[in-house]
Nanobody
Framework: QVQLVESGGGLVQPGGSLRLSCVAS????????MGWYRQAPGKQRELVAG???????TYADSVKGRFTISRDSAKNTVYLQMNDLKPEDTAVYYC?????????WGQGTQVTVSS
């Protein structure tokens, strides 16, 4: 019943773009603010973008102007458009509630930015 499925990651050169998708179970998605998180090896998981129930968005300073979070409520899907990717964006990306993420996390999707 509880489901968070991330996809869209891959290997991309610096300056390239990717669009990540997260399909959530309806019980998670409806009426809940969501966010994208990432975790690089040896580092804590961090919030990179959030979207409220009303559609307001927030971004970590490190990704402002480059990443855009959006959602399609009819599809129970949250997106993260990532442009001008940098090597420091390399991480596993996850979606979850924001604030107060569920203890359950999906498998994430790997983003690797390298020449």
């Amino acid at each position: 019943q509880v489901q968070l499925v991330e996809s869209g990651g891959g290997l991309v050169q610096p300056g390239g773009s990717l669009r990540l998708s997260c399909v959530a179970s309806e019980s998670i998605f409806r009426g809940i603010a969501m966010g994208w998180y990432r975790q690089a090896p040896g580092k804590q998981r961090e919030l990179v973008a959030g979207i409220t129930r009303s559609g307001s968005t927030t971004y970590a300073d490190s990704v402002k102007g480059r990443f855009t979070i959006s959602r399609d409520s009819a599809k129970n899907t949250v997106y993260l458009q990532m442009n001008d990717l940098k090597p420091e964006d390399t991480a596993v990306y996850y979606c979850n509630r924001n604030p107060m993420p569920l203890a359950y996390w999906g498998q994430g999707t790997q983003v690797t930015v390298s020449s």
